[in-house]
C-alpha cells in the first residue's frame, strides 16, 4: 500500500487532499478540500471514510475552521472556533474518533488562549499534522501486534474496510494481514462485501490485491456458509467506538458475524487504536446507532432494485458485544477476552 | 396476488405463459415459451424461479419436450423423451421439485408405453396442467397450516422469495403470512433483499405490498442487529430441497439467518410442500450446491463493483442443518422439531 489516503498539502495557507472513496476501485482521483464545507460534505458522505481517517480528516477540519476565522480578538476567536468544531462534529455522529481529534483541537486552542489568533491557528495546524503523524505509526504498531494471531495458511474472514484507505497509513484490521503478509505468511483472506455501500467489494480487496495478498470476494449473507466449509480460522474486523467494558460498534453486519463466528468456534477479533475507545460510555447499549436514508439500499447500484415507496431500515452501524470478541487489538498490545478491567489495564496510564 | 406466475395458454398446441421475473418489481411483462430451448433458458437465468415454480415449469417444459419428438413409433418417442427430460434437468441441478415432476411424466410415458404417440402425447400434457392445478391447492394448505404459528402484531423475517411468484399461485413461506394476514392478524414483515440476485428487494417486498402487508426491506446483514433490537417473533422461509432427517437447502443466506435466530431464542420455520423433500438422501451433506457466475457479485445492477480479476465465492445456496429449524410447515401439517421420524410419519403414506 503506498495510496495516501489523506494529505496536508502546501503550508498553512493549504488544503487537505484526500482520495475520493466513493468512485473507488473504478477510479482513483484525489480530491482537494480547502474549507470547512467541504471537509465536512465529504465525510458526511463517505467520500473520506473509516474511524482513524475520519479523526485526521476532522483535525485538519478543525483547523481550516480556525483558518476561517476573522478576528484579532483571541476571546471572540475561541468562541467562533467552538462552533466550527461543532459543525465538523455534525458530519458523523457515530465516530468517536472525530471528536477525540475534535477534543485534542480544542484543548490545544484553549491553552493557547493567551496567545496572538495567529499563533493559535499555528498551534492548531501542527496538532492536526501530529493526529496525522501519530495514526501513521499507531497502524504500524496494530500491524505489529495482530500479526502474532495470525498463522501461516490461515483463512481470514473481514467485514466492511478497515484498511489503508480507512486511516493515515495500513489500516487497523489490514495492516494486521499487512503486517502477517510482510512476515512471509500466506493467509487466505474473504471479504465481505458490505452492504449497502460496498466498501467491503470496493476497497478491501483492492487494498489486498494491491498488496499481493489472496482474497475472494463474498456476498454478506455467504459467511455463515463459507464459516462451514472450514475455510475460516479467524476474523478480524475493524470498530468504529468501543464502550470501556468491549462492546464495538462497527458497520452494520458485524454483530451478525460474531454470532456466526461463535457458532463455529472461530475467534473473533477487533483490530482498533486507543482513540476509538470511548470511556465515557460504559456499554454499547448507549452507543448512538446512525440511520442512512434509504436509497442507499433501494438504488445502491445507480438502477432502482426495489418497488417505489417500499419502507426501509437502513442502521449504518450495528454494536457486537464484548463476549463476542476474543480479543482487541491495539496499537500497545492485545488485549484477549476485554472487558472494563483489562481495556483499562492496557489503555488507561 | 392475482398475478398468475406461470399459466399453460391454449389447447396441446399452446405454450407456457410465464411472468419474466428478472425485470420485477421496474416492469411487469410476460414472456412466452413455446418450445423446450426457451423453457431451458428461462429457468437457467431464474426468468421463472422458486422451487414449485421451477416444477411446474419442468412439467410443462417436459410436455413441449414431447411435441417436439418426430415419430410415429411408441419405442423411439419413449427413447428421445428421456433425452429430453435429462436436457430440461440440466437447467437447474438444485432444485429437487424439477427432478419431482420430471419423474412424474416419465412415470406417465412409461405408463402409456403400448398406446400411440399421441395419445402418450396428450397423457403429457394433462399431467404438466394436473402438477399446477396441485400446485395451488397445496400453497393454500400450506399457508392454512403456517398461519396458525403466527400471532397479531408478530414481527416475522424472511429471507428471498418464497411467494406467490414462486409457486403456481399463493407461496409458500409468503402464504403464511397472506393467510395470516387474510385471517386479520397485523403482522410486520422484514425482508431481507437476498444478495446477490436480490429476490427479497425485487420480488418478495412487491408481493407483500400488493397484499397490503406491512413489509421493510433490509440489508443481509441487518438481521441480526434487527433481531437484537426485538423486532422479529419469528421466521418464515422457504426450501429448494429437503434432506429425509430435516436438513434444509434454501437460497445462501439462509442457514446464516437460522444461526443468528438461534442466537435470539426466535424459532425459525421452514415452509414446503412435501414435493421439495428429497428422501432418497439422508442428510443436507448430500445436497449438491450450485455454484453461479461472479458477475453476478461484482456486476449485479449492470456497474461494475469490485477491481477486475478479483477472485469470488458465489454459492446459490446453503444448508441449513434440522437442528436449527424449530418446524417444517407443509400442506398436510406442521411438523416440530423435525427429524427423520416425524417427517416419515406426516409424509409417508
Redesign the interface.
Known amino acids: 500500500m503506498t495510496i495516501s489516503t489523506i494529505e496536508w498539502e502546501g503550508d498553512e495557507n493549504g488544503s487537505i487532499k484526500l482520495v475520493e472513496q466513493t468512485i473507488l476501485?473504478?477510479e482513483l482521483k484525489y480530491i482537494n478540500c480547502g474549507d470547512t464545507k467541504s471537509i465536512w460534505d465529504a465525510i458526511k458522505r463517505l467520500g473520506v471514510r473509516g474511524a482513524p481517517a475520519i479523526g485526521i480528516a476532522a483535525g485538519m477540519g478543525a483547523y481550516l475552521g480556525a483558518r476561517e476565522i476573522k478576528t484579532d480578538s483571541s476571546a471572540e476567536f475561541l468562541d467562533k472556533f467552538d462552533e466550527a468544531l461543532k459543525y465538523i462534529g455534525s458530519s458523523r455522529p457515530t465516530a468517536v474518533n472525530l471528536f477525540n481529534s475534535l477534543d485534542r483541537m480544542k484543548k490545544v486552542a484553549d491553552q493557547s488562549k493567551d496567545k496572538s489568533v495567529s499563533e493559535i491557528k499555528t498551534s492548531l495546524f501542527n496538532e492536526a499534522l501530529k493526529i496525522h503523524t501519530e495514526d501513521k505509526e499507531c497502524c504500524r504498531n496494530i500491524g505489529k501486534h495482530g500479526a502474532t494471531l495470525i498463522k501461516d495458511g490461515m483463512g481470514v474472514l473481514t467485514?466492511c474496510n478497515a484498511g489503508g484507505l480507512a486511516t493515515a497509513d495500513y489500516g487497523t484490521a489490514l495492516a494486521v494481514m499487512f503486517s502477517a503478509n510482510e512476515q512471509g505468511k500466506n493467509i487466505k483472506v474473504?471479504a465481505?462485501?458490505?452492504?449497502?455501500l460496498?466498501q467491503g467489494?470496493?476497497l478491501t480487496?483492492?487494498e489486498l490485491?494491491q498488496a499481493g495478498i489472496?482474497?475472494?470476494?463474498?456476498?454478506?449473507?455467504?459467511?455463515?456458509?463459507?464459516m462451514?466449509l472450514g475455510k475460516i480460522d479467524c476474523v478480524v474486523v475493524g470498530a468504529d467506538r468501543i464502550a470501556s467494558n468491549g462492546d464495538a460498534a462497527n458497520k452494520?453486519?458485524t454483530?451478525?458475524v460474531s454470532?456466526?463466528a461463535?457458532?463455529h468456534n472461530i475467534p473473533f477479533y477487533i483490530a482498533a487504536p486507543k482513540s476509538t475507545f470511548d470511556f465515557e460510555i460504559q456499554t454499547g447499549e448507549q452507543i448512538p446507532i446512525e440511520e442512512r436514508g434509504s436509497e442507499e439500499?433501494?438504488e445502491?447500484?445507480?438502477?432502482?432494485?426495489?418497488?417505489n415507496?417500499?419502507?426501509?431500515?437502513?442502521?449504518a452501524f450495528?454494536v457486537t458485544p464484548a463476549a463476542n470478541i476474543a480479543a482487541i487489538i491495539t496499537e500497545r498490545g492485545v488485549i484477549h477476552n476485554p472487558n472494563t478491567e483489562n481495556i483499562k489495564a492496557m489503555l488507561i496510564d
Do not use: Q
Open positions: 476501485p473504478g467485514h474473504f465481505d462485501e458490505t452492504r449497502p460496498l467489494a470496493r480487496t483492492w490485491m489472496d482474497v475472494t470476494l463474498i456476498c454478506d449473507n455467504m459467511a455463515g456458509h463459507v462451514k452494520i453486519g454483530y451478525s454470532i456466526l461463535k457458532e439500499v433501494t445502491g447500484f445507480g438502477k432502482r432494485t426495489a418497488p415507496d417500499v419502507k426501509v431500515f437502513n442502521p450495528d
